[in-house]
Antibody
């Protein structure tokens, strides 16, 4: 079965960086794109960006450009999302999600990683 | 960026009801639309993709329709486990914006 297992909760100070991992299994890592989505408490879903694990190509929502980096380790079937210059508004649950074939929706999701930004 | 709206934002239903949620895109997205269900404390679950194709394993009481800018999610014979928040999302172009969500409860 397909699984996406994310790293644990983090508490960071404003201005710091956080790197969330998404360990995949049960499929060929380089065959499906990975998205990153976040959700603040009581709020809706916010798409942050996307990565093609095969090529390493990425794209991010304009709101995060210059502050977010998507990367991967093919040998470990793992995707990463790093967010810099954290502020309190970045406190949220961060999800990785694997696309269906041809990108028709996000079919498999990680369990979410809580990131708390607080001084 | 394409903007997505949903209506209603929330409503209270009864078991056995048929419920319709509307999603509107600010520009033509053809059929590049997905619907997700999210329960509290859980990751979203893909229900529908390509506007009307039921994801494997999703009960047939869920259905989607529409193309262009106007879309609907219909839940027939509502069951207690359908209490959740439902989101539409366009994937016609980046950023793949989600709608604000529709909370369905009893």
């Amino acid at each position: 079965q397909v699984h996406l297992v994310q790293s644990g909760a983090e508490v960071k100070k404003p201005g710091a960086s956080v790197k969330v991992s998404c360990k995949t299994s049960g499929y060929t890592f380089t065959s499906y794109d990975i998205n990153w989505v976040r959700q603040a408490a009581g709020q809706g879903l916010e798409w942050m960006g996307w990565m093609d694990p095969k090529s390493g190509e990425t794209d991010s929502a304009q709101k995060f450009q210059g502050r977010v980096t998507f990367s991967r380790d093919i040998s470990e079937d793992t995707a990463y999302m790093e967010l810099n210059s954290l502020r309190s508004e970045d406190t949220a649950v961060y999800y990785c999600a694997r696309d269906r074939y041809s990108g028709n929706g996000m079919e498999f999701w990680g369990q979410g990683s809580l990131v708390i930004v607080s001084s | 960026a394409i903007r997505m709206t949903q209506s209603p934002s929330s409503f209270s239903a009864s078991i056995g009801d048929t419920v319709t949620i509307t999603c509107r895109a600010s520009q033509d997205i053809r059929s590049y639309l997905a619907w997700y269900q999210q329960k509290p404390g859980k990751a979203p679950n893909l229900l529908i993709y390509s506007a009307s194709t039921l994801q494997s394993g999703v009960p047939s009481r869920f259905s989607g329709s529409g193309s262009g800018t106007d879309f609907t999610l219909t839940i027939s014979r509502l069951q207690s486990e359908d209490s959740a928040t439902y989101y539409c999302q366009q994937y016609y172009s980046n950023p793949r914006v989600f709608g604000p969500g529709t909370k369905v409860d009893f």
